[in-house]
Each structure stands twice: as structure tokens, then as C-alpha cells.
């Protein structure tokens, strides 16, 4: 695999593998992912990646999907981001690599809290082939915005990441995307966090990108 075709996944491991090592080997890396970064803005993404992944006073638990006959005492990760959602007040940050038709009442949801006057700021992978982003679209304005990472010379890149951070203060980060399967068909593991300091690097690594147009709002 070339460096430029490189996962997010591959790529988020060689920043770990930074944190470890004391290192900035995976800045160029980052560059090479994506080359309308600076070297500065490069270096900056590493150090917010890094710096979420060692942060002291953080309050985390385990949010897991699980086939329905397997009874589980963890976080459910359908609750979790239902309560996310809907307790929000200020503020939504969440990403979609794929949005189904079973999110629907979560999408009215997010509408009515952004008519409410709560940002949201919607993240979305290859938007022209989903069509489950209509209706959002149809409501985007002041309090509801809406980002695409679109396609990329690559084909197999893409906006990877399943997050969800509210009120600048509560994140979850997991491999569920945002369909049934997701929610409660497959077998996934996140985690939710309760901290300040993640929610704000989840918030600025995002910005970062959006400043740099490899996301372009709608």
C-alpha cells in the first residue's frame, strides 16, 4: 500500500505508535494523506490526536452493540446516542460514513434541536450517494450545517470516523455507523467520554480540516 492511499486506520495507528515513542515520524504521514496541510497544521492535527489520547481526569466507559440474544451490562451504544442527542443544549458534533433510514426518528431529532437554536454541525462521507441525507439537507441554515468529505482520487478513502460530541463536553467515539446494524445489529465497541479537553480536540481537528476544504459545507 503507498503512503498517499494509506487508512485512517493505518494512519491513526503510526500517530500512536508517535505517542509511544516520543516521535513526529507520522507527521509526514499526515502530509502525505492529505497535501493541502502545511507542515504547521500537519504537526498540529498530531499533537490534538495525541494529546486526546493521553488526557489526565477523563471520565470513560465502554459502549458496546451487540447481536440481541447476547445480554451485555455495558453502555448500550443505541441509548448512549439517543440520550446524547437528545439532551444536547448548545451544541452537536457527529459524523456520518452511513446514515440508513433507521435513524430517521434521530434525524428529526437533531432537526428539531437545531430549530431550537443547538449548532449542529453534521459531518458527512460521499453525501451524493446517500440518500438518507435528504431531509437534512432541506433544513440546513443558521443552526444546522452540513459538511461533505466528498470523493477523492482514491476511491477507497473516505470520512471513517463515528463521533458524536455534545455541549462541548460529552463524546462518544465508536465503530458503529449510524444504521440499524450499527445501533444494535453488529458487534461494535466505543467508548463514551466525559471531558472538556476531548470534546474540544474532537471539535478542533474537525475546523482544522473544514479550514483546509477537505470538508465543504453544503
Known amino acids: 500500500m503507498s503512503t498517499g492511499s494509506m487508512s485512517l486506520d493505518i494512519l491513526l495507528d503510526q500517530i500512536m505508535e508517535d505517542a509511544v515513542a516520543l516521535s513526529q515520524d507520522a507527521v509526514k504521514d ?7 496541510l502545511s507542515e504547521k497544521e500537519a504537526m498540529e492535527i498530531h499533537s490534538l490526536i495525541i494529546g486526546a489520547s493521553k488526557s489526565d481526569g477523563v471520565d470513560a466507559s465502554l459502549v ?3 447481536p440481541p440474544s447476547f ?5 448500550s451504544t443505541k441509548v448512549v446516542v439517543q440520550e446524547l442527542l437528545e439532551s444536547a443544549k448548545s451544541s452537536i458534533l457527529i459524523t456520518g460514513y452511513s446514515l440508513s433510514d433507521y435513524f430517521g426518528d434521530l434525524v428529526d431529532c437533531i432537526i428539531r434541536k437545531s430549530q431550537q437554536g443547538v449548532l449542529v454541525k453534521f459531518y458527512v462521507n460521499h453525501i451524493e450517494d446517500q440518500k438518507g441525507f435528504d431531509k437534512l439537507c432541506r433544513h440546513k441554515g443558521r443552526f444546522l450545517k452540513i459538511y461533505n468529505y466528498p470523493k477523492q482520487a482514491d476511491n477507497m478513502a473516505a470520512l471513517h470516523a463515528k463521533v458524536i460530541s455534545v455541549d462541548g463536553r460529552e463524546t462518544i467515539i465508536t465503530s458503529a455507523n449510524l444504521s440499524y446494524h450499527g445501533q444494535e445489529g453488529n458487534i461494535e465497541l466505543g467508548t463514551h467520554i466525559i471531558s472538556s479537553d476531548i ?9 482544522r480540516l473544514l ?8
Open 30 to 36: 499526515i502530509r502525505k494523506r492529505y497535501p493541502s
Open 64 to 66: 458496546v452493540t451487540a
Open 71 to 75: 445480554a451485555i451490562k455495558e453502555k
Open 199 to 207: 470534546a474540544k480536540q474532537v471539535d478542533e481537528v474537525f475546523t
Open 211 to 218: 479550514f483546509k476544504k477537505i470538508f465543504i459545507e453544503i
